[in-house]
């Protein structure tokens, strides 16, 4: 009896450390696709604005060109940037409508309670005369922060006013997840130059100083 009885505790220790192993290790699984779910998020909402801001719309007049970028409070505690420019695609918003290749696009933070949201607002046969409007879609959910600056060749600066009468030479966009687990926050960030390069090509910088030709350049950190 004494041995059944210690045989029955020791399996009923192995089987309690085997269920608590198992309840860990689906844990970690779980985070670890949140993670790489956020990342791709963070990621995707990146690569777009990059790409938008690649095909940015010039025109011969400045007055033609738009380029808006404004900083809002949020909260007492927090600000967002919003982004708003005119921008060439070829991908149409309305599929039964007729569209040009002119877009408005702007990207900006709404929060509502707990749940925050990157999103992307494109305006197809953008008009100065109209009040804006568009197709307003959720690019990327659960973002913390959302920071565009501005270099005009001197300084960086937060906005960049409607009456301006140049574009910035460089744009960075910083996109940062709220934090998963114990670790910290997912960021994405890059760099666009505006200041064309021989042969009309936009060129993108490297954070080390390098330049490549007609892309942007990006880089995730988790902190």
């Keep these: 009896m004494v041995e059944v009885l210690v045989a029955s505790m020791i399996g009923v220790f192995i089987a309690v450390v085997a269920a608590g192993a198992l309840r860990a290790l689906t844990a970690s699984s779980e985070l670890a696709d949140q993670n790489i779910n956020a990342a791709a ?31 809002e409070e949020l909260d007492q505690n927090s600000s967002t ?9 070829r991908t149409k918003a309305r599929e039964d409508q007729p569209e040009g290749d002119l877009y408005e696009v702007e990207y900006f933070l709404a929060k509502e309670g707990e749940t925050s949201m ?27 922060v959302f920071e565009v600056q ?17 574009l910035p030479e ?3 966009v910083t996109i940062a997840g709220k934090p998963l687990g114990r670790g910290g926050p997912l960021t994405e960030s890059f760099i666009v130059s505006l200041v064309r390069a021989q042969g009309g090509d936009i060129t993108a910088l490297e954070s080390t100083g ?14």
Excluded: C
């Design 41 to 71: 998020e963070v990621r995707f909402a990146a690569n777009m604005i990059a790409r938008d801001l690649q095909n940015l719309y010039r025109d011969q007049s400045i007055e033609n060109t738009r380029l808006i970028g404004t900083l």
């Design 118 to 144: 990157l999103m992307r607002r494109l305006w197809p046969n953008p008009s100065k005369d109209v009040e804006p409007g568009g197709v307003l879609t959720v690019i990327a959910e659960d973002i913390e």
């Design 150 to 166: 501005y270099f005009d060749g001197e300084a960086w600066n937060y906005e960049w006013p409607e009456d301006m009468q140049s």
């Design 81 to 89: 940037s919003y982004l708003i420019f005119y921008t060439l695609g």
């Design 170 to 172: 460089l744009v960075t």
């Design 210 to 223: 390098q330049a490549e030709s007609g892309s942007a350049t990006t880089g995730t950190t988790t902190e």
